[in-house]
């Protein structure tokens, strides 16, 4: 099997940031020794030795990495030469990078959805599933640029923690080094409803990404001989990802960041969580202002997400909402959960994934029949993947009190979740000082977009436990 070169690029990252960590282990084995009561130059000597092996294996894997890099950047010059794309004109920071979805073979892998590709070049717009947000091509180019700037904050830090730390004594913000970055990001991913859905991650390298939507199959028709045969050409537009910012806030104590063995992780897990956590709240909810609790997510700033895009051109895939609520019959149970996953097929799409809140789940688990024994899921939900998150709300409605909430059904890799290349984060050192406690402000940048609104549909006000 033949390897492309983001393939090639993505593991000369890989071998470059593990000799960044090596290098770093080696240089601080090497303090501990100098600082040590006890010198042993024997042990300083050996110590110098290994330090010295793998900052030569650090600067060959830098080497292969940037001899790699250029080898991409001829090869794009190549393909921009042929003129087949260009540039779309969009406005804000920059040029905008327009994208297309991917035809033919790269669209056949069932499982595998709808594969984007960058248009101006052809190399694939998302982030692949099991592939780390590093290893992206577009965010390895992004590194390499900055590896020189970068491995100064990492020698002096080693960890993100450590960065942290130092931070407690300081003020302003400071943008997070690209491996540490993804790290949280994959993280992030993991942690994320809507992206376990099958949400699409799209790296922006630039303010503005443009990317190519069908918005009108070709037909085909009989016809009788010698008539004349009539045109149907799919039709197109353009998904427009506009990047926002999104702030999320994580606290804890300053002994917990001082003292803990893992901070590392533990830093990096209470970030993802809270930026996963708004992600999925936005992506759901994002421009509701009422109908949904205490939801308030006006757009601007927040981008629209599925229940604000379907209300805004899709009206007919939002079901439910009863003056009093939705109640489920005995001898109906599950029929508003097929209406919402028939909705989605009624327009040729087929839903992916289910999102609901835990009581929405608890009350179809504990659904009984007649005879006191569980009631069967029907097969075309059984067959969907249910996934919960308490980003979608219990709320009242009418007469309904605390019990109404909503259920998601859709196509989720027709979701878009645009990624700028930096995490940035900010220390509150003075916030929350009379409490002993630290407060961490991970700043994100991107936005998310829907390119296909009839593979969503939304019952909005149905019982839950």
């Known amino acids: 099997m033949s390897v492309t070169l983001p393939q090639l690029i993505g593991a000369a990252t890989r071998r470059r940031n593990e000799a960044a960590t090596r290098l770093q282990r080696a240089q601080d084995e090497l303090a501990a020794l100098r600082d040590h009561p006890y010198l042993d130059e024997d042990m300083v000597r050996t110590a110098a030795e290994a330090r010295d092996r793998a900052n030569a294996e650090h600067q060959a894997a830098d080497d292969e990495l940037t001899g790699l890099l250029r080898s991409q950047d001829e090869e794009d010059q190549v393909q921009r030469a042929y003129g087949s794309v260009r540039p779309t004109g969009a406005s804000g920071g920059g040029p905008a990078r327009e994208l297309a979805p991917a035809t033919g073979a790269a669209r056949q892998a069932g499982s595998a959805g709808p594969a984007w590709v960058r248009s101006n070049d052809g190399q694939s717009a998302v982030v692949e599933r099991g592939q780390r947000f590093a290893e992206h091509a577009i965010v390895a180019r992004h590194s390499a640029a900055r590896a020189q700037a970068e491995q100064a904050v990492i020698g002096q830090h080693g960890g993100i923690a450590n960065m942290v730390r130092a931070m407690t004594t300081s003020t302003g913000s400071a943008i997070v080094p690209t491996i540490w970055a993804g790290q949280i990001i994959d993280r992030a991913r993991n942690e994320s409803r809507v992206l376990q859905a099958g949400a699409e991650i799209v ?10 939507r069908l918005t009108g199959d070709p037909t085909a028709a009989f016809r009788t001989e010698g ?55 936005v992506a759901l909810y994002g ?136 995490v940035t984060i900010q220390v509150l050192t ?11 402000v991970a700043h994100w940048r991107g936005d998310v977009q829907l390119a296909r609104p009839r593979a969503f549909a939304v019952y909005r006000a149905l019982q839950g436990a």
Do not use: C, H
């Open 227 to 281: 008539s004349t045969i009539t045109a149907s050409d799919p039709t197109f537009d353009n998904v427009t990802l506009t990047t926002q910012t999104m702030s999320a806030l994580t606290v804890g104590s300053l002994e917990w960041f001082q003292d803990a063995d893992n901070a590392d992780q533990l830093v990096m897990d209470a970030i993802a969580k809270a930026i996963a956590l708004q992600l999925d709240l």
């Open 430 to 440: 003075e916030r929350y000082a009379e409490n002993g406690q630290v407060g961490i």
């Open 287 to 422: 421009s509701i202002t009422s109908g949904a609790g205490s939801i308030s997510l006006a757009t601007p700033p927040n981008p629209r997400g599925v229940l604000g895009t379907l209300l805004a051109v899709a009206s007919s895939s939002v079901l439910g909402a009863a003056t009093n609520g939705t109640a489920q019959t005995t001898s109906s149970y599950w029929n508003e959960i097929l209406d919402l996953v028939y909705t989605v097929r009624d327009y040729n799409e087929d839903p992916n994934a289910l999102i609901w809140n835990s009581k929405a789940a608890r009350q179809y688990a504990k659904a009984y029949d007649t005879t006191g024994q569980p009631l069967a899921i029907p097969a075309d939900v059984a067959a969907i993947p249910r996934l919960m998150t308490n980003q979608v709300p219990s709320y009242t409605q009418g007469t309904m009190t605390s019990r109404a909430t909503d259920v998601f059904a859709g196509d989720w890799r027709q979701m878009l979740i645009g990624q700028r290349l930096d």
């Open 203 to 212: 790296p922006m390298d630039a303010k503005v990404v443009q990317i190519g």
